[in-house]
């Protein structure tokens, strides 16, 4: 398979036509290989429209939610970014191209090895429950939430900088429509309908808010 080829059709078919504004997040989409990042058996599917397996009870995102996520995040260089079920490191990669400080946090040891060896950037990975975040690498910039959750854990609000954004996508597991969220301060704001595999699984009995 012409992996390569695969990769520029993606982003040209499912990426550039969702009016994604950050040129940045094509351009990082377009230079990194997810297929190092995707299970053996499912490499073929790296670039399609699917939510592919990853370790014993989740699912990636699709590459367009992962595309609409980074360009509301609003990446600068320097910042300093949260991944926050950062699986592989796909995710954590194109974030890392961005020219962010990356942080990657999984609850997954055998994700984070397989990201280990893979991925290319300087990432900083830890493995912990993802409710708790990663307070003492505290404050970021921005947080990424690379799955649905029913709302968004108190923990992870109170890591971002005064300024810092939260992204996420907010719903139950089940839900026929879902929703692409952006949270400043404690404004939050709709940025779409979608639908999305639970990130929290097993993480569930645990501080949220609405």
Not at 36 to 47: D, T
């Amino acid at each position: 398979m012409d992996f390569a080829l695969a990769r520029t059709n993606m982003v040209k078919s499912q990426v550039v036509p969702n009016n994604i504004s950050h040129h940045g997040v094509l351009d990082a989409m377009q230079s990194t290989p997810r297929e190092p990042f995707v299970l053996p058996s499912h490499q073929m599917f790296a670039y399609s429209d699917f939510a592919l397996p990853m370790g014993a009870v989740r699912r990636s995102l699709k590459p367009l939610q992962i595309a609409r996520l980074l360009d509301a995040l609003e990446i600068t260089p320097g910042q300093k970014i949260l991944v926050v079920g950062a699986g592989t490191g796909y995710e954590a990669t194109l974030a890392a191209r961005l020219g962010a400080q990356v942080y990657a946090l999984e609850s997954d040891a055998q994700l984070v090895a397989i990201g280990q060896t893979v991925e290319n950037t300087q990432l900083s990975w830890h493995t912990a429950p993802l409710v708790g975040g990663w307070p003492e690498q505290a404050p970021f910039d921005g947080i990424l939430l690379c799955g649905a959750v029913p709302a968004i854990p108190d923990a992870l609000l109170a890591q971002r900088k005064p300024l810092g954004a939260l992204v996420a996508i907010q719903g139950n597991e089940g839900d026929a429509v879902m929703y692409m969220v952006r949270m400043r301060g404690s404004k939050k704001e709709i940025l779409g309908e979608t639908v999305a595999f639970p990130l929290l699984a097993g993480e569930q009995n645990q501080p949220f808010v609405i």
